[in-house]
Antibody, heavy 123, light 106 residues
Framework: DVQLLESGGGLVQPGGSLRLSCSASGFTFRHYAMTWVRQASGKGLEWVSAISASGASTHYAESVQGRLTISRDNSGHTTYLQMNSLRADDTAIYYCAKTVTRGVIPRGYLEDWGRGTLVIVSS | EVLLTQSPGTLSLSPGESATLSCRAS??????FAWYQQKPGQPPRLLISGASTRATGTPDRFSGSGSGTIFTLTISRLEPEDFAVYYCQQYEKSQGSFGRGTKLEI
């Protein structure tokens, strides 16, 4: 079975940093793109960032461009989201998702999801 | 950025009835379109990809259709477990995007 386990969330002050991790198992990790999606409490889903299977291609939502960085370690089956210059509106549950694409560009549907990790940005 | 507008925001129905959920895209997109179901306290679950292909485990009472700018999720013969929030997603563009969701309530 596919398992995705996010970690690294917590309480951080505005302007601070966090690094989220998503540990994957149950599938051939290096064959799939990965996507981060976030959800503020009581709100809808927001697509955040995606990375290709090789890690060579990344995409970001305009709201996080320049502040968040996605990366992956295929040997360690882990995807990361480095979050800098955090703001109150970054407060959300962050989900990682196994992404099925048609090519090397990390555009695709989200076939499996983790349970998420909560990030709270507050002083 | 492709904006997705879901309607209605809330749909009140009873078990056994049929539901029609819509999603309108701000730009024409191909069939790179998906639907997800989310229940309280759970992550979203993929229902439909490619606008009309049911994911593994999706009951056949769920069907997706549409093209261009209008996409539809139809749920026939509603079961109690179908009452949840449904999101549409486009993945044609490099920046993916979701609709704001339709809450299907009893």
């Amino acid at each position: 079975d596919v398992q995705l386990l996010e970690s690294g969330g917590g309480l951080v002050q505005p302007g601070g940093s966090l690094r989220l991790s998503c540990s994957a198992s149950g599938f051939t990790f290096r064959h799939y793109a990965m996507t981060w999606v976030r959800q503020a409490s009581g709100k809808g889903l927001e697509w955040v960032s995606a990375i290709s299977a090789s890690g060579a291609s990344t995409h970001y939502a305009e709201s996080v461009q320049g502040r968040l960085t996605i990366s992956r370690d295929n040997s360690g089956h882990t995807t990361y989201l480095q979050m800098n210059s955090l703001r109150a509106d970054d407060t959300a549950i962050y989900y990682c998702a196994k992404t099925v694409t048609r090519g090397v560009i990390p555009r695709g549907y989200l076939e499996d999801w983790g349970r998420g990790t909560l990030v709270i940005v507050s002083s | 950025e492709v904006l997705l507008t879901q309607s209605p925001g809330t749909l009140s129905l009873s078990p056994g009835e049929s539901a029609t959920l819509s999603c309108r895209a701000s730009h024409r997109i191909d069939n790179s379109f998906a639907w997800y179901q989310q229940k309280p306290g759970q992550p979203p679950r993929l229902l439909i990809s490619g606008a009309s292909t049911r994911a593994t485990g999706t009951p056949d009472r769920f069907s997706g259709s549409g093209s261009g700018t209008i996409f539809t999720l139809t749920i026939s013969r509603l079961e109690p477990e179908d009452f949840a929030v449904y999101y549409c997603q486009q993945y044609e563009k490099s920046q993916g995007s979701f609709g704001r969701g339709t809450k299907l309530e009893i």
